[in-house]
């Protein structure tokens, strides 16, 4: 909803395996024996799974993950209706998530209703008179979570990580990202075309005639263009410096004189403060610009536009399809709109996921989970240090500050301690939209009240159901929520060997993420501080800058290479992840001889559990768009990349020199 964490490093957005939640941990008929390892172990180890498995039609791609995410959802789903069923609700967190549930499964209500609940929202945009009209309007839908112009909330100082720090930062777009509106392929240029022609769907859906939603959609695309323009690019953003212009508020004045930032911060009303976070200055000059010189029926249209783009979802069928016909048919290849109650439990998740996330943790997540998911984590924890220590690339004094890095990593396991209170947030049976609208609300308030005051580093930027896992640099944590301990990445009655490759490699990997181009950046308390000596920082950039060649060479489609800088923090993640993971599993193992299970050896049954994570199918649009915005790379690379750089994957397999599966010792990477 909200921005939260501009730096929050992800397993996966996108990623991923197995077929079947059952308990057996891989099931030989995923393999494609015709496939040797040697020669693509992505296909040996998956390719029965990828001929066998269908892309369901409500799908833009499909991977074992997502039969977790969906058992996941039924199980939310029981919750939801556990909680309605009952008369008297035992908690005021069950009533909250039993009314929101009730309001979205009324579709009958939500039918007969149409966009009529938003309609006090659109009289606001209506009654706008000036461009300080329109810019108060922006602070009022920010604090809606709707992304208008730009964003305002607050996040850790980067220079002081444990104060929060109001923040203004690029956005605005409604297409996935500022390059979508610039590149000049045949393909890129039909979406722009469909994109305004969603655009004045959308507008006439509201009531308007053709014309004025034309002449609305065409002027919406000019502004979000101008926008995107100023806007950076993702690769650009990967440098948290390039986001960080601290300045005080007579400083912001003097620089943007047609922009009112008091009159903003106050229409917002953010706390008081004297210095914030403009992150992108080139932004907001053309920001200032645009202000001053776009017509006001053009800001009106750009309004309506982006209010009702954020809530649509929640609307009636007529504004429910038009999203998904451009935003999932036409971007991600999906076939068909997920069911209702899908698309309603994902929403109260998103919503008010730690008071569903109570429920979940309750009833689904074993104290014994948690116990070993700690044990596993101290076990990559040892490994990284052990490696920590013995690297031949890094001197005494980086190693020291990496040590203590790694020493003073907070983990965070299945859910908050203290779960976020939502007393103040009204939800009731309807209508739907609204209990969006005033959840979205609560988020905003709630994030404009830090302002000021010290980081809560015991809050979650995930609700514990979550089927993923992130490292947050600025708090140099690892969380992972009680959803991901579940196959195929956990199962208590795995063999270690098959845990290690799964669960392990994601946990090596989060923690990697404190040591990757970004992460590497920020100290043991999450301040953006230079630790680095000038050689361990010179050896470390020639290793980054060998992954990104590496991945740039790999191809999603011939026309559309990997983006290798956009990825390299997961890149090296991945390698960090899987390398650190299989270290922890031969320190289990020690001297106990390897007994095969399966015919496979715990080396190879390690592997093989790793790849099947990131098994995957995409639609031929969801692929190309993972590949332009989305900074992890395709499962295929994300399994066969860091294994060719892998002596010891080499070693399991009996990979011989000049096979694909092995590169040459010259262009092997070795990071962590
Ligand atoms: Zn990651």
Known sequence: MVNSGMFKTTLAAVACALATLARADFDPANFDRAVKPQDDFYRFADGGWIKRTEIPPDRALWAAFDVLRDANLENLRVLCERATAQNDQSSAGEQKVSDFYASGMDAGAAEAAGATPLQFEFDRIEALHSPADVLAELAHLNGLGVPAGFIFGCSPDLHDSNM????????????????????????????????????????????????????????????????????????QLRDPLASYHKLNL??????????????????????????????????????????????????????????????????????????????????????????????????????????????????????????RALKLVADVRAALRDRLEHLEWMDGPTRAQALAKLDTLVVKIGGPDHWRDYSSLIINRGPFVLNVLKSNAFEARRQLKKIGWPVDRSEWDMSPPTVNAYYRPDRNEIVFPAGVFQPPFFNPQWDDAVNYGAIGQVIGHEMTHGFDDQGRRFDAQGNLTDWWTAESAVRFKARAAAIVKQFSAYRAFPDLPLNGELTQGEN???????????????????????ESIGGYTPEQRFFISSASVWAVRFRPEALRLQVQTNPHAPGEFRCNGPLSNLPEFAAAFHVPEGAPMRRPAAERVDIW
């Open 572 to 594: 090296i993640a991945d390698l960090g992840g899987v390398k650190i993971a299989y270290a922890a599993l031969e320190r289990d193992l020690g001297s106990a001889p390897r």
């Open 250 to 371: 007579s400083e912001a004045a003097a620089i943007y004189p047609g922009l009112n930032w008091r009159a903003y911060f106050a229409k917002a009303e953010a706390p008081a403060f004297v210095s914030f976070n403009l992150a992108h200055p080139v932004f907001f000059r053309a920001f200032s610009d645009a202000l001053a010189r776009t017509p006001l029926a053009d800001w009106q249209a750009y309004l309506r536009w982006q209010f009702l783009h954020a809530y649509a979802p929640y609307l009636s069928e007529g504004f429910v399809n038009a999203n998904f016909q451009f935003f999932g048919a036409e971007l991600t290849g999906a076939k068909k709109l997920k069911p209702r109650w899908k698309r309603v439990v994902a929403t109260v998740d998103g919503c008010i996921g730690e008071a569903l996330g109570e429920l979940y943790v309750a009833n689904f997540f074993a104290p014994e989970t948690k116990g």
């Open 164 to 235: 929060e720090l109001a923040e203004v930062d690029q956005a605005g777009l409604g297409l996935p990202d500022r390059d979508y509106y610039f590149r000049s392929d045949e393909k890129s240029k039909k979406l722009r075309v469909d994109y305004v022609a969603h655009i004045s769907r959308m507008l006439q859906l509201l009531g308007e005639s053709p014309e004025m939603a034309q002449a609305g959609s065409e002027a919406v695309m000019k502004l979000e263009t101008t926008l995107a323009q100023a806007s950076l690019t993702l690769v």
